[in-house]
Structures are given as structure tokens and as C-alpha cells.
């Protein structure tokens, strides 16, 4: 256990590091926090319990994919990571991609220890690899023998990442059988993945709990969303909270058409309808 050095923080220091690892500090500035004492940093002690071994490698991140991924052929590399206190001089690495054929190779470039004089962690080609709209692809990668040794520390040995890609086409929303749920759902899968074409999500005859947001900005002119019920009456977006103000917020983003449908905010504290941002 490293001995807590992590206090109580006030000003614009937002990153602290001791021997053992760095903490990046995010902030409060808006809503909730309020103009007092904004901005709110994290406040308090952190404890922690360093788990490691002298030859200990694992995988943090697959790289260069970044929504959108649209159709077409993208490299996709990993991220490896010295953990241990020896310098390692060659692990293996192992990846597999949608529960296929299991590949590796040997990484024989020195990764020095953490806070060591040269780099830890190095960035390893896994491939390229064929991405279409409305797909998901599942990317399995993990080390193994680091210095030709066993490796006894194994929580952080694997990464197994999905990646999304962006959407473009027709979609059913609720019902039977639909490509989404929820109309939360869909915009969530949105939001995350962005849009490689014209969206069209269909909602059908339900009732859609709230609050929504569209905030992507690959959704534009080339790449517009409509979002069309049933009918009026039989597509309902309802909400009744006040944390976002809104049943709909439209944040920074343009050519959005809502369709169809009766959007009813319940709320009795700043009930907004759709609030548009940016």
C-alpha cells in the first residue's frame, strides 16, 4: 500500500503523480456545482495497493480507432505496458478478432519499468482490418511470458474491446424484433459511434422515457438524422425530471427533424420541450 500523499485540492491543479502512478483530477464547472467554488475539484485521500511482480506486462488500449468508423479498411494497433520492476526485452502478444483465430507475435523492443529513463509502453500493429457501417467488432488481445518468464500478475494481461461502427440506414426502435429497444438506445449507439450516412431511426407505437440528446457531430448536412414516428398519437417522448432541464436537448448539431410524434415533459421545475445548444 503506497502511502497517501493525495489531500484535499483547491485552485486549478488537476494531475497528480508520486512514485507509483499518475491521477489525472477532472472538474465540475456547470450544472449542478454552481458558481460557488467552481471549479469543484475531487477532494480527498486516495489508497491504493500496488499489484505487481517483477515481470509483468499487460495490454491498456487498442489505438488509431476513432469514431466514426466508417466502411473501409482501418490499421488497428494495441498498446502494451510494462507493469513490472524488470525491464522487459521481449513478450508475447496474442489477438484474436471476433472470437476467430487466435495470432501472436514476439515484441522484442525493450519497455523500460514505470518512470524509468525510456518508455514503458509502445504501440504494436495488429493488423488491418475491413470495417462496415452497422457493424460491431470484437478485439480480444493479451500478453503473455514477459522475459520469456511467467508472468504472475494477470489482471491486466487482457483487453477485449468492442468497436462499433458508425450507423447509416434505416432502423426500427421498439416493438417487435427492432434494431433498438429504446429510442435511448439508439441515440446512445449514436452518440458513440457517429454517423457514416443519412439516419433514419422509425420509432414505433410506444411510449419513450426520457430525457434525450443528439450530440454527435458527424450528424450534418451530408449525414442528417430524422427521427419519425408512427403517428403523432401513438409515439410519445415523455419526461418528468429537471436534471437536464430538457425531454430533448439538440447539442451543436445540425439537420436534425423530429417527426410524428407528441414529445410531453411532466415536469414543474424549468420543463422544456427541446433545448438546442451550441
Known amino acids: 500500500t503506497g502511502t497517501p500523499d493525495l489531500d484535499y485540492t483547491n485552485g ?3 494531475q497528480f503523480s508520486n512514485n507509483d502512478l499518475d491521477l489525472d483530477n477532472g472538474y465540475g464547472a456547470g450544472y449542478p456545482f454552481g458558481g460557488t ?4 475539484y475531487w477532494n480527498g485521500t486516495l489508497y491504493y495497493t500496488v499489484l505487481s511482480g517483477p515481470n509483468n506486462a499487460g495490454v491498456t488500449k487498442l489505438d488509431s480507432i476513432t469514431p466514426p468508423v466508417c466502411s473501409g479498411t482501418n490499421d488497428v494497433y494495441a498498446t502494451i ?5 524488470n525491464v522487459i526485452d521481449s513478450v508475447q502478444v496474442f489477438y484474436q478478432v471476433d472470437q476467430g483465430t487466435v495470432d501472436s507475435f514476439w515484441y522484442t523492443n525493450p519497455l523500460d519499468t514505470f518512470r524509468g529513463s525510456t518508455d514503458s509502453a509502445a504501440s504494436v500493429l495488429l493488423g488491418n482490418y475491413t470495417f ?6 470484437t478485439f480480444k488481445v ?3 511470458n ?3 518468464q511467467v508472468d504472475t500478475v494477470n489482471f491486466n494481461d487482457t483487453l477485449e474491446t468492442v468497436i462499433n461502427t458508425g450507423l447509416s ?5 421498439g416493438g417487435t424484433n427492432p434494431d433498438f429497444p429504446n429510442l435511448n438506445a439508439a441515440l446512445t449507439r449514436l452518440n458513440q459511434s457517429g454517423a457514416c450516412g443519412p439516419v433514419t431511426l422509425q420509432l ?23 427521427i419519425v414516428g408512427a403517428s403523432r398519437d401513438s409515439v410519445v417522448l415523455t419526461y418528468s425530471g429537471d436534471a437536464p432541464y430538457a425531454l430533448f436537448t439538440i447539442d451543436g448539431v445540425s439537420h436534425v427533424t423530429l417527426q410524428s410524434m407528441t414529445l410531453r415533459h411532466e415536469g414543474t421545475n424549468d420543463a422544456w420541450g427541446i433545448h438546442f445548444t451550441g
Open 12 to 14: 486549478n491543479i488537476n
Open 37 to 40: 467554488f467552481s471549479p469543484r
Open 81 to 85: 505496458q510494462n507493469f513490472g520492476s
Open 132 to 137: 462496415t457501417n452497422n457493424q460491431s467488432r
Open 142 to 144: 493479451w500478453t503473455a
Open 146 to 148: 514477459p522475459n520469456n
Open 169 to 173: 440506414g434505416i432502423f426500427t426502435v
Open 204 to 226: 414505433r407505437r410506444d411510449t419513450f422515457a426520457g430525457p434525450f440528446s443528439v450530440q454527435t457531430p458527424t450528424v450534418n448536412s451530408q449525414n442528417p438524422l430524422r
